[in-house]
């Protein structure tokens, strides 16, 4: 197996865990938040999903599928154009609210489907390219990869575990 197919698989599991998560919830479930402080489920879909749309975008000198597509617009939230949801405050989590799921879950297939374009081109001496020189030391697109993995993997399973607070409350 390629490294390419095992980036391809993981990135895989997170759509696979985008749609178990949001399947069947409406907004106020959506929008719910177990705790003072804590996220939302759209928060943090939309969220993992701005991330990987941000870093994917950068790291292959793509267009951000947010801005290309219109989910920018159709989102319609008070937030900046390039906002990821990176370092918000709680009244920023608020702002993120959806009408339903399915804009949530077209938003990460439309990414999801950038992604794997990009996966699916690589060659193993792609993954040693610097993409980010701000780091020391700096990264690697290989780096770069695996890292937005973990974070979208850690977000979906924060998701679900809300998900899961939520019916049994």
């Not at 804009?103 to 990460?108: I, Q, S």
Request: glycine share 8%.
């Amino acid at each position: 197996m390629h490294a390419k197919d095992i980036l391809i698989d993981g990135y895989s599991r997170i759509q696979e865990e985008v749609h178990a998560t949001v399947e069947g919830l409406g907004p106020d479930d959506l929008h719910a938040r177990p705790g003072p402080g804590a996220n939302s489920i759209a928060w943090l879909v939309w969220h993992l999903t701005r991330v990987q749309d941000d870093h994917i975008a950068d790291a292959f000198g793509l267009d951000q599928v947010w801005l290309t597509q219109d989910f920018q617009k159709t989102f319609g939230l008070d937030l900046p154009r390039h906002d990821t949801g990176y370092g918000h405050t709680s009244a920023k989590v608020d702002k993120v609210r959806v009408d339903s799921g399915e804009l949530l879950t077209g938003y990460y297939d439309a990414v999801h489907a950038q992604t794997l374009g990009a996966l699916r081109e690589l060659a193993a001496k792609d993954l040693e390219r610097v993409v980010d020189e701000r780091w020391d030391p700096p990264v690697t697109l290989g780096v770069r990869l695996v890292s937005v993995l973990s974070d979208d993997l850690q977000h979906i399973g924060q998701a679900a575990y809300v998900r899961g607070l939520l019916q049994t409350a």
